[in-house]
C-alpha cells in the first residue's frame, strides 16, 4: 500500500469536500429560495460534471489552466506556478468534477423543508443568510451530511480528471486511483487487491453513514 | 387603517377585495374557501399577484404602502411589520420554545429580548411551556407559542388565519380576552380570519363578511352576522 498517495487522497478529498460544501450550501439556498430566472441554467451547469466524461473535463481543465490561455498564465502569475500538475490544480479540478455530488442532495433536502417555516423565517425577517444558516441546514442537516460524504468518496475513487490535470507525480499528485491503476499495469494484482480493498472499505464505511443517519435507513427496525 | 385593493385568481377562483379596515380588530368572517387565506397572505406579502393580466394588488397600512403591484413596488414581508399566524403554528422544530419567540427579536440587545420574551410567555400564558421541546407541544400548546413568536416584535398589523383551531372553547376565550387588552396598548391592528361564528362574537370586532372571494358586508358583528346569530340562537335553543 502507498501511504503516501493514501495521504495525499485523504488532503484532497478533505480539501474538496470543505470548499465544496462552503460552495454549495449557498448555491443551493440560491436554488432553493431565490426566483432569478437564470436558476434553470445555473441548475444545469452545475449538473453537467456528471454527464461530461472525467477525461474530457480533465482535458478542458489543463487547457484552461495551462500557459496557454489568459486565465492560466493570471494564476500563474499570480501563483508563481501553473495550476496544471500540481496539488491546487487538483483541487481546482476535484470541486468542479464533485460539485453535482453536493449540490443535488442538498438542493433535495432544502427544497423538502415545509414552506410553512420559511414562510415563518420570512415574516419573522431572516434574509436569505440567515434563512440558509439557521433554518435549512440544521432541517435538512442528513442532506449537508450525505453531500459531505459523497463528495468526499467521489474525490477518493477520482481518476481521469487527476490523471489529465495532474499527471502522476509522487507527493504531489499520485492519489490511491493512480497508484491502483500503476500496479494493475505492473500485472502486481497483490498490491492491486489490497489498495482495491482499502477503497472498497472506506465507501462501505461512509455509505453505512449515510443511511445510519436517515430516518428510514438502518435504524428502522 | 389598512386600504385593500385587491384582484388575484388562483386557479378557478377568483378573489376581488377593495375595502378599508378602520376597526383595531376585525375578523373576517366566511365558509372555508372564500378567499380568507389567500388574502391574508397577500397582505403579509407571503403571495404576490401576477403583474400581468387582470390580477393587481394595493395594500397600504396607516398610509404608508405595502405592495403596489402595477409599479412592482413590494415591501418584502421582513419589513412590512406584519405578523401573520396560520392554522398550522409551524414552530421550528429544531429550536426551543425560547428561541422561537426570540427569532424575529434579532435586532434587540440580549436584555431587551429576555424581557420581551417573558412578556410574550405572561400574554399567552405559556411560562410553563419554556423547558418543553418544541416537538413535544400539544397542537393548542404550539399555536400559543406561534402567536408568541409572531408578536414578539411588536408588529403594526397581525393577521390571525384561524389561530385558535387547536384550542378549545374556554382557553380560546381567555386568551382573545388577554389579547383585546394588550393589543390596543400597543397599537397593534389585527385582522382575524375565521369560519367559526362563536370567534366573531367572542370580542368587539368588527366584522367583514367574504363569500366566494367577495366581500358582502362589514361592520358590527350583530348586523353583519345577524343570521349566523339567529342560527346559533336557534341551535342553543333547540340543543
Known amino acids: 500500500m502507498d501511504w503516501q498517495a493514501f495521504a495525499l487522497t485523504l488532503k484532497l478529498a478533505a480539501t474538496t469536500t470543505a470548499i465544496l460544501i462552503a460552495v454549495a450550501v449557498p448555491l443551493a439556498g440560491w ?5 432569478s430566472r437564470w436558476r434553470g441554467a445555473v441548475e444545469a451547469v452545475a449538473a453537467l460534471p456528471l454527464v461530461l466524461p472525467p477525461t474530457v473535463l480533465g482535458f478542458f481543465l489543463l487547457v484552461l489552466l495551462g ?30 468534477y464533485s460539485l453535482p455530488f453536493a449540490v443535488q442532495p442538498l438542493v433535495a433536502g432544502f427544497a423538502a423543508v415545509e414552506t410553512a417555516y420559511v414562510d415563518a423565517a420570512r415574516l419573522l425577517g431572516a434574509g436569505p443568510v440567515r434563512m440558509v444558516l439557521s433554518l435549512l441546514v440544521p432541517l435538512a442537516r442528513r442532506s449537508v451530511l450525505a453531500a459531505a460524504i459523497l463528495s468526499f468518496l467521489h474525490t477518493v475513487g477520482e481518476f481521469g480528471v487527476v490523471l489529465m490535470l495532474g499527471g502522476d507525480i509522487p507527493g504531489a499528485t499520485r492519489t490511491v486511483s493512480i497508484v491502483l491503476y500503476n500496479q494493475v499495469e505492473n500485472f502486481d494484482y497483490t498490491a492491486a487487491a489490497q489498495t482495491s480493498a482499502v477503497l472498497f472499505a472506506l465507501s462501505v464505511l461512509a455509505l453505512g453513514a449515510i443511511y445510519a443517519a436517515r430516518p428510514g435507513g438502518a435504524r428502522r427496525g | ?10 386557479g378557478s377562483f377568483q378573489l376581488e377585495v377593495e375595502c378599508v379596515f378602520l376597526s383595531e380588530w376585525t375578523v373576517l368572517f366566511g365558509p372555508s374557501g372564500s378567499g380568507k387565506s389567500t388574502l391574508l397572505r397577500i397582505m403579509a406579502g407571503l403571495d404576490q399577484p401576477a403583474a400581468h393580466g387582470d390580477e393587481q394588488a394595493r395594500i397600504s397600512l396607516d398610509g404608508q404602502t405595502l405592495t403596489d403591484s402595477a409599479n412592482g413596488f413590494a415591501i418584502s414581508p421582513g419589513r412590512r411589520q406584519t405578523s401573520l399566524v396560520a392554522q398550522q ?47 413535544e407541544l400539544s397542537g ?63 370580542t368587539h370586532a368588527a366584522v367583514a363578511l367574504l363569500m366566494d372571494g367577495k366581500l358582502e358586508a362589514l361592520g358590527p358583528a350583530n348586523q353583519v352576522l345577524a343570521h349566523e346569530r339567529q342560527r346559533l340562537l336557534a341551535r342553543i335553543g333547540g340543543g
Open chain 1, 31 to 35: 436554488l432553493v429560495l431565490g426566483h
Open chain 1, 67 to 96: 500557459p496557454r490561455t489568459m486565465v492560466g498564465r493570471f494564476i500563474a502569475a499570480l501563483l508563481g506556478h501553473p495550476l496544471a500538475f500540481s496539488f491546487s490544480g487538483l483541487v481546482v479540478g476535484s470541486v468542479i
Open chain 2, 1 to 10: 387603517m389598512v386600504e385593500i385593493s385587491v384582484k388575484a385568481r388562483r
Open chain 2, 89 to 135: 403554528p409551524s414552530l421550528f422544530p429544531h429550536l426551543s420554545v425560547v428561541a422561537n419567540i426570540e427569532y424575529g427579536l434579532r435586532h434587540l440587545d440580549r436584555k431587551t429580548r429576555k424581557t420581551r420574551v417573558e412578556e410574550m410567555l405572561e400574554l399567552v400564558d405559556a411560562n410553563a411551556l419554556v423547558k418543553r421541546r418544541t416537538r
Open chain 2, 140 to 202: 393548542g400548546e404550539a399555536q400559543r407559542i406561534a402567536l408568541a413568536r409572531a408578536l414578539a416584535p411588536r408588529p403594526r398589523l397581525l393577521l390571525l388565519d384561524e389561530p385558535f383551531s387547536a384550542l378549545d372553547g374556554a382557553a380560546s376565550d381567555a386568551l382573545l380576552a388577554r389579547l383585546e387588552n394588550w393589543l390596543p396598548a400597543y397599537r397593534v391592528q389585527t385582522l382575524m380570519a375565521t369560519h367559526d361564528a362563536t370567534d366573531a362574537f367572542a
